[in-house]
T-cell receptor, first 115, second 111 residues
């Protein structure tokens, strides 16, 4: 079974703090993704990565950065947390193939509250 | 803009009934469509994935269909159980590797 883990289930941070959200997958997947989920807006893609040290912006990258130094780990960084970044953050991974899209497997989520 | 829509936002059904959840999308040029289940406060669990070349997929009591020409997919749940209560999300890969999600249908099975 594919396993995607996230470092924290719940996190409370203060405005202006630097926040790191960690995601690890154990199935040697090339692709990794970070989403945020908000009521009424659904899931929105923040960043994704096709390979180590590669990243691409999703639909809402503003205020976020990412790091992928190892294939199994994908980190989401909030350089200076703001209250509008309070949300549920979900990490996902999938295999990569240029001609077919594989299903994405999700972690349990991190509920971040910025006060 | 490529969009995915799920209507209704909420649905209540008596236990034992069969039911259909709907998903529509704006662009027929898709790579695949995926159905997920999400329990309150939890992550997403993948239920079924349909590639663009397929018309349906089945897993146990679940059957998902895909009609690209009309921009629609349905998730059929047979003999519903209280444990089926959850939010069901439809997601479409329009461009390579990137999923676009609907806002989900919250399903409640009434014992």
């Amino acid at each position: 079974d594919v396993k995607v883990t996230q470092s924290s289930r719940y996190l409370v941070k203060r405005t202006g703090e630097k926040v790191f959200l960690e995601c690890v997958q154990d199935m040697d997947h090339e692709n990794m993704f970070w989403y945020r989920q908000d009521p009424g807006l659904g899931l929105r893609l923040i960043y994704f990565s096709y390979d180590v040290k590669m990243k691409e912006k999703g639909d809402i990258p503003e205020g976020y950065s990412v790091s992928r130094e190892k294939k199994e780990r994908f980190s989401l960084i909030l350089e200076s947390a703001s209250t509008n970044q309070t949300s549920m953050y979900l990490c996902a991974s999938s295999l990569f193939n240029p001609t077919i899209s594989y299903e994405q497997y999700f972690g349990p989520g991190t509920r971040l509250t910025v006060t | 803009k490529q969009e995915v829509t799920q209507i209704p936002a909420a649905l209540s059904v008596p236990e034992g009934e069969n039911l259909v959840l709907n998903c529509s999308f704006t662009d027929s040029a898709i790579y695949n469509l995926q159905w997920f289940r999400q329990d309150p406060g939890k992550g997403l669990t993948s239920l079924l994935l349909i590639q663009s070349s397929q018309r349906e997929q089945t897993s146990g009591r679940l059957n998902a269909s895909l009609d690209k020409s009309s921009g629609r997919s349905t998730l059929y749940i047979a003999a519903s159980q209280p444990g089926d209560s959850a939010t069901y999300l439809c997601a479409v890969t329009f461009g390579n590797e990137k999923l676009t999600f609907g806002t989900g249908t919250r399903l409640t099975i009434i014992p």
